[in-house]
């Protein structure tokens, strides 16, 4: 039985990946910052664990806890947006966003990239289109690009890192979604985005190392 590891699971595309792992009959670890979200993730049949990503020593737990696992795939999900304005970003904007969303897989991505190697699996991580700088035309959203173009640095050297030991590393722009970050609005479901994510996850193999790709499979610039 094949293992997936979600990390951020508690709603939107995590909880969507999830429900759809299972359904095809993985063996599926996953987290979620709070109790009550482990327990409802535990209710569907997954191996829960609480995870705060901003807490080294929350990750270091996880590390001890998974020990000896063999990850077929891993998906980094958890993020924030931040600040829906352009203005001037606090110091604790700040540190809320690039803790979540970058600091946070500087600190896991080694944890969890042997796991995946060893099974000669496939990792991901959820970046966004707006961290793209070939691809953009719009300036909204400054902070979030911003993150999203280091998380897909950390990316781009854990592929390098970690490739040539079995591991296909590759990051992700899931869509736009209708989640409480995308918003009623937003193009595709969850459950669209989630089983593009899975499909194209599957279909490539280690020549896509290290790429920037979006839910369908289609190459995105960096």
Not at 100 to 113: E, H, K, M, Y
Not at 156 to 171: E, N
Request: proline content about 5%; some cysteine.
């Amino acid at each position: 039985m094949p293992t997936a590891l979600i990390i951020g699971a508690s709603r939107g595309i995590g909880r969507e990946l999830v429900r759809q792992y299972l359904a095809d009959g993985w063996r599926v670890i996953a987290t979620a910052r709070k109790s009550e979200d482990c327990t409802a993730l535990g209710a569907m049949g997954v191996h829960p664990y609480q995870l705060d990503v901003t807490s080294a020593d929350s990750i270091a737990a996880l590390g001890w806890n998974l020990d000896g696992e063999l990850l077929d795939a891993a998906v980094l999900n958890a993020g924030v947006y931040g600040p829906r304005h352009d203005g001037f970003p606090t110091q604790s904007d700040f540190d809320t966003v690039m803790h979540t969303n970058v600091l946070a897989a500087l600190r896991l991505l080694p944890v969890i990239a042997p796991m995946v190697a060893d099974a000669r699996g496939k990792l991901a991580v959820i970046s966004s289109r707006m961290g793209s700088m070939g691809a953009r035309s719009s300036a909204s959203g400054t902070l979030y690009r911003a993150s999203k173009a280091a998380l897909n640095s950390v990316l781009v050297d854990t592929s390098i890192r970690f490739g040539p030991k079995g591991a296909t590393c590759v990051a992700f722009h899931p869509g736009w979604v209708q989640t409480d970050m995308g918003g009623a609005g937003a193009d595709i479901t969850s459950e669209q985005s989630a089983a593009g994510l899975r499909a194209t996850l599957a279909g490539i193999d280690a020549s896509a190392n290290g790429a920037f790709l979006n839910y369908d499979g289609t190459p995105i610039p960096w």
